[in-house]
Structure formats: structure tokens, C-alpha cells
């Protein structure tokens, strides 16, 4: 359904909603980690959706995410020990296995039927551990978001995780208008051409997707770069396109790339052309702060690791100009509560993002907006 | 007005006032930079009473401050681009003119009217730049307090900035009892005949002044150091004094000087002597922090570079003590707030001085203390 | 009196009070510091129950605890100057005898009679100073805690202070159950017999002992190494005491050691073992950290340096595994204010602990339990 008129939240009254800080679903898969980063040699402490966890691999090579403190005492089960199918307690030896039963205590026989920790259904798809921390009975694999770029054969890349100090939801912005590369991405991915052309926002069930199209520009140097990869000596002006697509609650994944001007890019034929894909997925671990999954991905030079991380360090710089911005956003809005927020024709694809996370906050029962920042005003 | 009775609060009965976190009044210029801090390359971010700003100079050179967060998202507009006569926004690129109006918006034509950031009326005088954050139609140029020695040919010298950890209140209190030399400064400008000495304290309207004279005693090391400067080779006794100037709300300009003893200078002729001015202005930050600029300034030798870096180096060491004790006196406060406060006489200035705040703040009908510390007692 | 049922608290029902911060009771003598740390050269500042001190020696060498705050602006006392009998404030210059009065005031010749900051009763004894910040009147030296092997010449040995980041209980509860050596302590004095063996566990007044016995086993690294100190070239099996002896509110001497086995170490003759005192003792400093006291006492080779040094040395890395620990589990506590608390066997004498503390703390009608964290949950 392509948009016609705008969003409810984008006229020009005000709205608060616009910058306040978001609760996050509970009932969503989220990434914990990279496949790689859990293993069955030590556990991974990470605080998903506002839960401390302990991640590990048991025997049969399988994650499992138990909650991250003992029933004892609730020493940190992280620091512990993974011995086959079970983790020890680092403090009093308190054994469990991968559904969070004790099946052992110290100088004693019996064990306590109570004595249970929380363990979170798990998925392992497209190279990360998702964890679903909400009820646990409507936790279905299908409902995962799409990001089959990252382990499909017909594309190559790798990426990072940002510690971003600011509310899921600005990085969600930040990702849902892509304006903001013209003024904090001047010296790479930034371009008048921009600010300058026209967009489209469609939206269809939990996904909003916008596009744009800028023809017979520049290419600026990020793309010259990767044109010149693909194209040895390429000079001369080019077609440039992103379609950002969100799927709910917090992944956004952006088709991006230029081609020839005038090769038939915007009809269909990229082959003049480079294509990437910027993956992103954002887990909330506090009401201020995230964890930003990124990787960008590519469909030439596939065996290219040189250009795996070239392209991998590029766009680490490009987000570090991202999180000092997001970060100062976020104290802002901490210092500013009572500020009337207005929103602008760019910020139309944020604003339907806003509506859907609200649908499914509803629908939890739980209110949209996160307790102020205690210390703000 | 010479004082004939102690001030209300001077008395042997306790009062909180005494220690009490002062709020600051807001109807008043505060420095907020240097001059020189605030230019036309890049935009400087500095609080003044509570208010974070973006300091800037547009295509005339003029002084300009804006609230340092953009109508639209909020982002800080100090770390934007200065674009001749306008401020771009360092996330979405918006534009503001020197009265905060935003000129520019990405990908749209139309403005919306309410796009306004408050603009701050400023004053440059005396090598600073200073802003009225309170009532605008209240800021009248003509009651910048008097700091006149900072440019006047007769004098030289220079001075820094200070970012104390404590309620501005503290370091007036510091300032108007120079008995605290004799123990914190006892290896520099330190003495007995500090605290055995008379002083005498008068105020008219918004001033407040204590002197004292200390006649026929040594010259304590760093006074020696500058006789010798002017009458090389001096040695022997000299008459002191410290003539303590406030003009509300925080400014303190001290007269201090030594002369060879019984030349006259108590009865007005310094010429055998040596005198400087300590120039202090206290900008409050937030209740427990404050920007503390300084300088010292003197008539004699006025072309030595030398001497205005070694005046310079040796007041940066003293006010490194006082640095030290006011952050704990802070902190005190901040444990103690049921604590009595009882004053001696050396605290007579102090006290006048806060009657004026005092007065200031009910002008504005605001209370003159701050609220208690969170996490105190 | 020998347990014959367990403490309300060790039974299948949970309790919050099991983890919850706690109380310290005032009334009780608390080490401040090492004797040695405290001298006629400058003053020492240290939190004792809440209570900021300033330590020092007078003229006579009797060490003596004043508030650390002056009477007149809140200035740290422990920051002054030591002049003879008299603590001098580092502000403005007042001075105050061994009990706290006010005895100089600068610039004027009456004092005012309630110029007094509070003096706390000091013993000093076993090495250490300890204060009362309690009800004076209730101060007897008699009631410090039995630590006599610090001093007694059949012992020898050293310590060390830790500042643990958790509430005093959590490291009484940690040196009450010794099962946590086998998982927290596996590579120096850890080994399984620990949570295999039986224990026993008395109470009398305001102590608790818990004693266990492993019999015919190898000796850990640790012990085997003081074993050959002794008897050189020793192999073979041994029996190992741990006999834990808690004296409210916060002491904690453990009598430890090995003999070989079957020479009737169980029975009294110690004569083919071993034998060490780790002696320690906690003060609360805030809710959520305290001072931690410890040496390590043997009685043999009283003249060796050498074997002082590796123990304290050896002691020290034991110790730093349970600093982490601590703080870990502090701030989980933090974190789950709602967790509901189950116990284990071996956590009887740590309830034991608790039921006295609760008795006394109610003694003074304050209840068991500190307040909650700010910014837990």
C-alpha cells in the first residue's frame, strides 16, 4: 500500500512522541550475539530487552540463554563454568542444565524442586543468536525477521557491534531517513543530492519501506570507490538508489548501490551497477542505551576479502560519526522533557515506524513511552 | 554606607543560609566565554545558569548565543557548521539566523513558522562575552559589572578559567574572607597578620566591600617577588592591603598591593609599592558546578610578557588549592544537610553578600536555595 | 550449645532476608584502621558506619577520632594540620583538642561555646584502632572482639585491607560458608572434600562457630606448600580443620590448618600439622561497601620474614577472587530487589549470623533491613 496521506504524527501540530523514549516490545526476537560469540568454553553475559543472560553452548553445540543470576545467591552464571550440558555457578557450584533446572547443590542430597533459573527460547538464523525474552508461548521461529543477505552464497560481507549510548528508537530514525548523511556523512556517503530528491513511503503490516532515486549525479566517494572495484578507471555520472525497508520491531535493511547514469537502474537493470545491502538490527538493552548489530553486504567480488574489509572498516567510520550524534541526542532529550517535538516531510517513514511499535506495545498492554530519565530537567 | 550593626546573619545564632546551595538569580549578565573562546570557525558549548548555549560569530563578527539544541530532534547545534551569518544543525542540516530563526529546512520549501530557537542577548566588554539568559526585556547593558581594569591601557595581565565543582555561592564566600590565605596559601601569598589584622566592611546598593591593611610586616614570598620586580634588590618591611570589591550577582574584583612600609599608601600614595587587581567573575554552571574566570591584572611593567606569564603561572597555583577544598566543602555540604551553620566574624562580607542575592531571588519570586542534593544525607 | 534444628531462616521457604541489604548495628566497636596508618604526622580520613572520621595521634600518642567536618563550614578536618594536641581546620585555621572543642577561632578572641565537632570513643587493641560511633555511654572496651593471636607472641604474621564494593553481610555470609573454595578458590586452597564433608554448626550469645573436618585427603597446593615448610620434603595424606568463629557484629577469626593424617589432629594433638589463624574483621562503611580487615596468623616459623610475606602475598590473590565476586553479587541484589531467597544447608551458619544481627539491630529499634537501591529494578 503505497502512502497518500501522511502519517497522523507528521502534520505540523506537535508531538511529543516524536523524541520521547520508547519501551520495546517483549514478545519480539532480538539478537543477542554473533553465531561466533557464543561458545562452549566460556559463557557471554549480554542484557537483552532489559534482561541479564548468560549465554552458552551446551554439548550438542546447541545456544542456550539462561537469566543470568543464581537462584541462591544470584551470582552472575556468565562468570561460571560450562561443564558438557551444564553451568556451574562461579560462587557456590549450583549446576543447571539447558532449561534452567538445578541438578546440582553443594553438601547436599536434595535438591530444591523451586530452584529453577529462567532459561529464553532460542533461534540461530542468519548468523546470530535470537533471543525471544517475552511469553515464551507465542516465541514462533517464523516470525524472525528477514535478513537472508547475511548468509545467502550470492552475497559477501561482515560487520560489527556498536554499543550505542541512546534509546533503540533514535537509531531507528537515524536509519529510517537518510538525509542526515548530507551534514554527518559529508566527507563519504554524504550528497546535496540528498536533501534535494524525492522519496517514496509505502508501509504494509509490521514492515514501512522508503525509496529514493537520485539520477545522473555525482557518485561520492564511498561509491566512486566501489565502482571502481567492479568497473576498473569508471568515470562519470551515476544513478544512485536506497530502499530502506523496516521490519518490526527493530531491523532495518538498506539496498543500496549506483549504477551508469541511465544504464535502466531505476527499471530493473543494475547490472551497470554496485549493489550493497546495509544490515541492521538493534536490541535494546536498557531504556538508553542498545546494542546496533551492523554488516554490509555485497553481490560482486564475492571472494574478495580485501574488499570485505575495506568495505567493513568504511562503514565503521561512517557510524562512528552516528553514535557521538545519537549519544548527544539522547542527553538532550533527557535534559529537554518537556519539549514539543515537530516533525518534518523526511521524518514521514520514522513516524510509521512509531505507529507500528505502538500497535505492538497495545498490544502487550504497556504503555509507548519509557519512565523520564531520573536526573532530566 | 559604612556597616555600624552586623549583618542579620552575622549573629551567634545558627543559620542554614549560611551554607545552604544558593540558587542564582537569572535576571543578570553572566561571562560566558572570553572573547577570544567565541569565533566565527566553530560554535562553543558552555552552560550558563542552567542553560545550555551555542556560542558563535556570524559574518559581522558579532557575538551570538543560542540554545544549544535544535527545534527539530534536538541535536547539540555546538557541534554544527557556521555557515556566514547562520548555524547549521549538525543532524538534519536546519538553519538559524542570529535571532534563532530557522532559515532552512532538508527536503522541503515551506518553514514552519514556530521553527525558533531562543536567541540570548549578549554583550562584549571587558574581554568577555556576556549573557543575560533571564526576562530579555530586562537586559540592560548598562549594569555589565564593573571590570574595567581587564582593558584599560594602565593595566596588563591575563587569566584562565576555572571549573569548579561547587555552588557558585562558595566561591564568593571564598573570595570576600582572605583570612583563608594564612592555611590554604600559607607557601605563597599566606601570613599570621591575615587573620590578626582589622578589616572594615561597607556596602551600598549591589556592592559590597571588605578592606584590610596589615602595616609594617614582611613581605610574604610572592609579594616579595613582585617588589623586587619593580625596586630590584628591595629588601624590608611593607604595608599590605586587600580592598574586596562584590558587585552582584557574582563578581569580585580585589585590590591588592604591598608598598615599602610607612611611604603613605594607607593614606593614598602607592608609588613605593606594587599593586594588582584579582579579577574574578563566578558563571554559575549548574547548583554544584560553576565556571570561575579569573585574571590578574597590575600597573607596573606593563610591556613584560615575562611577568604577566609568571603573575599568571603563580595565581594558577594558588587557585589550585582553593580548588581542591572548595570541592570538598561541596561535597560536606552534600552530606550534612541538617547542619547548623553558625558565623564568625571574617564572615561578615559573605553574609552581606548573600542578603543581596537574597534579594535579587525575591525580586524574581524564586527561593534562594537550591533543592538538596540527590543521594545527600 | 550444639544446632540441633536448624535457624528459622535455613528452611525450604524462601526470604528476602537471606540477600537483602543490611542494617549495621551503631552500638559496636569497629576497626578504623591499623594502628600504624594512624599518626601524629597527618591526619587519616575514614568512613566508619557511616560516619566521616578524621584519625590522628595527639601529643601523647593517643589516637583519636573526630568528626571530619568542622563545626564552621563543613571543611574536612582529615585535610588539616596537626599541631601538637590540637587538629587544626585546613579552611580557616580553627582547632579543636582530643574531644572536640573548639580551642582558636581566627581573627577574634571569644569563642562560642558550641563550637564542638563530635569525638567518638577509641580503643586501640590487637593491632588495630577501633571507634564507637554509637551511643557513647554504652562504649565499654570490654566488649571488643577477641582477635588476641595478632599480638600474642605465639603467633606471627601480616594483613591487609581490602574496600569491598558490597554491604558488610555479604562478605560475613562468605567467610561462613567455606564451601565456596572448591568453585571461587580451585587453583590455591579449593578442592572437592570441601563440599563433600559434614560440618557442624554451634551458637552461644553473640557467637556462631562452624566446624568441619576432611580426613585422609591430599592437601591442597596451598597447604601443601606450608606443610613442607614445615617438614620438609612432606608427601602424603592429610586431615584438614576449618573451624569458624563469628563474634558479632562483624569479626570472623578462622583457625585453619592440615596434619598429617591419622597423627590425632581431630583429637587434639596438632604437634604433626600446621596451624593458621585467618583473622578478619568487617567494617561497614556505606550500605554497599565496607572496609575489610585481614591477616593471616600461623604458629610456626614465627621468625620467618620469607614464610609472612608468601602468606600475606598468598592470602591476597585468594582474596581478590572474592572481591569480584562480592561485587558482582551486590549488584545483582541491586538489580532484583524482588528475588525471593532459598537457602542450603551450608548456609546455616550465615543464618545463625543473621538472627544476631537482627537482635541486636532491633536493640536499638532500627529495622534489619537498609533501604533499597537507588536505581534498582
Given at each position: 500500500m503505497t502512502l497518500t496521506t501522511p502519517p497522523p504524527a507528521a502534520t505540523a501540530a506537535p508531538t511529543t512522541a516524536a523524541a520521547k523514549i520508547f519501551n520495546h516490545p517483549r514478545n519480539a526476537w532480538y539478537v543477542a550475539a554473533w553465531?561466533?560469540?557464543v561458545t562452549g568454553k566460556q559463557p557471554l553475559a549480554r542484557?537483552?530487552?532489559?534482561?541479564?543472560?548468560?549465554?552458552?553452548?551446551?554439548?550438542?553445540?546447541?545456544?542456550v540463554a539462561l537469566a543470568d543470576a543464581c537462584w541462591h545467591r544470584l551470582a552472575p552464571l556468565s562468570q561460571g563454568k560450562i561443564l558438557g550440558?551444564?553451568?556451574?555457578?562461579?560462587y557456590h557450584g549450583l549446576r543447571y542444565n539447558s532449561t534452567g533446572r538445578c541438578t546440582a547443590m553443594p553438601a547436599?542430597?536434595?535438591?530444591?524442586p523451586s530452584a529453577i533459573v529462567p532459561s529464553y527460547p532460542v533461534v540461530e538464523r542468519y548468523r546470530y543468536v535470537w533471543v525471544w525474552v517475552g511469553d515464551p508461548d507465542l516465541a514462533d521461529p517464523a516470525t524472525v525477521p528477514d535478513m537472508h543477505q547475511m548468509n545467502d552464497p550470492?552475497?559477501?560481507?561482515?560487520?560489527e557491534t556498536i554499543h550505542a549510548d541512546c534509546n533503540y528508537q533514535l537509531v531507528l530514525d537515524n536509519l529510517m531517513d537518510l538525509t542526515h548523511e548530507e551534514f554527518v556523512h559529508s566527507s563519504t556517503i554524504g550528497q546535496e543530492a540528498l536533501s534535494e530528491s524525492e522519496f517514496d513511503v509505502t508501509h504494509e503490516g509490521n514492515t514501512v519501506t522508503v525509496a529514493r532515486w537520485m539520477r545522473d549525479i555525482d557518485a561520492p566517494p564511498f561509491w566512486l570507490k566501489n565502482m571502481r572495484d567492479k568497473f576498473p578507471g569508471f568515470e562519470g555520472k551515476v544513478d544512485r538508489w536506497q530502499i530502506i525497508r523496516f521490519e518490526a520491531p527493530a531491523t532495518i535493511c538498506i539496498d543500496v548501490g549506483v549504477a551508469k547514469a541511465g544504464t535502466g537502474a531505476p527499471e530493473?537493470?543494475?547490472?551497470?551497477g554496485v549493489n550493497g545491502y546495509v544490515m541492521n538490527t538493534i536490541t535494546p538493552e536498557t531504556d538508553r542505551t542498545c546494542h546496533y548489530f551492523w554488516a554490509f553486504m555485497r553481490n560482486y567480488c564475492l571472494d574478495s576479502q580485501t574488499i570485505t574489509t575495506q568495505l567493513r572498516q568504511g562503514v565503521h567510520g561512517v557510524f562512528a560519526e552516528d553514535e557521538d550524534m545519537l549519544r548527544a541526542q539522547q542527553r538532550a532529550i533527557d535534559a529537554n522533557p518537556e519539549h514539543e517535538f515537530y516533525s518534518l516531510n523526511i521524518d514521514t517513514g520514522g513516524m510509521w515506524v512509531r505507529q507500528i511499535l505502538e500497535r505492538m506495545l497495545a498490544a502487550e498492554g504497556r504503555p509507548s513511552a519509557a519512565p523520564a530519565a531520573r536526573g532530566g530537567a
Open positions: 553465531d561466533h560469540e542484557t537483552v530487552a532489559g534482561v541479564p543472560l548468560a549465554l552458552w553452548r551446551n554439548a550438542e553445540g546447541r545456544a550440558n551444564e553451568l556451574q555457578c562461579p547436599q542430597e536434595t535438591i530444591n550470492s552475497w559477501a560481507g561482515d560487520g530493473g537493470d543494475r547490472s551497470q
